[in-house]
């Protein structure tokens, strides 16, 4: 698995874009390409989930979709995805009521290219785990967590930790959002 101070390794994936449900609408396609290059200047918040149409997974999506203001005000882009393909996604956000019209990108990594790439597939089960990146803007990792596949993240937190990073100090335990540094 990669960390802290890797860069993020070259990809390329098919994502949903934000607040599209349909393949097509007015005209726009709902999908966009995102390569390990794309949203220069921002910091990335890559979360993986396991699949499409499960129980843990959306839960974890909405927290993140309701923090989204806290994302960009870092000047932060959130990208969540799993080894499902594009059309699921949005099939999955016309049939969960929670996912309609979701505010960030949902990404397809059907080849495995980034799961791989970041070595956070599951063994046994051959999906992603519950894992989450912070990258700079230079495409270097700051931060990784990865939970078993049961048991979802807490996004609050990624928030925190990403608060803290760009501070660029020492920043105490359970220091709270713009809270003193050391």
């Not at 200047?41 to 959306?58: A, E, L, N």
């Not at 995805?81 to 996912?99: Q, Y």
Request: charged share 25%.
């Amino acid at each position: 698995m990669l960390t802290i101070g890797d860069k993020l390794p070259e990809f390329s994936v098919v994502a949903a874009k934000p607040g599209f449900n349909m393949p097509e609408e007015n005209g726009e396609s709902a999908f966009e390409t995102i390569t390990q290059d794309s949203f220069e200047g921002k910091w990335k918040v890559i979360f993986f989930y396991p699949k499409d149409f499960t129980f843990v997974c959306p839960t974890e999506i909405v927290e993140f979709a309701k923090l989204n203001d806290e994302f960009a005000d870092r000047d932060a882009v959130v990208l969540g995805g799993s080894t499902d393909n594009e059309f699921v996604k949005l099939a999955w956000r016309r049939e969960h009521p929670d996912l309609n019209g979701l505010n960030q990108y949902s990404f397809a990594d059907t080849s495995g290219q980034l799961v791989d790439g970041l070595g956070v597939r599951d063994k046994e089960e051959s999906v992603a785990l519950r894992a989450t990146f912070i990258v700079d803007p230079h495409n270097v990792i700051q931060h990784v967590s990865v939970n078993a596949l049961n048991v979802g993240r807490n996004p609050n937190e990624i928030v925190r930790i990403l608060d803290g990073l760009q501070t660029d100090e020492l920043c105490p335990c359970n220091r709270p959002l713009g809270g003193d540094t050391l």
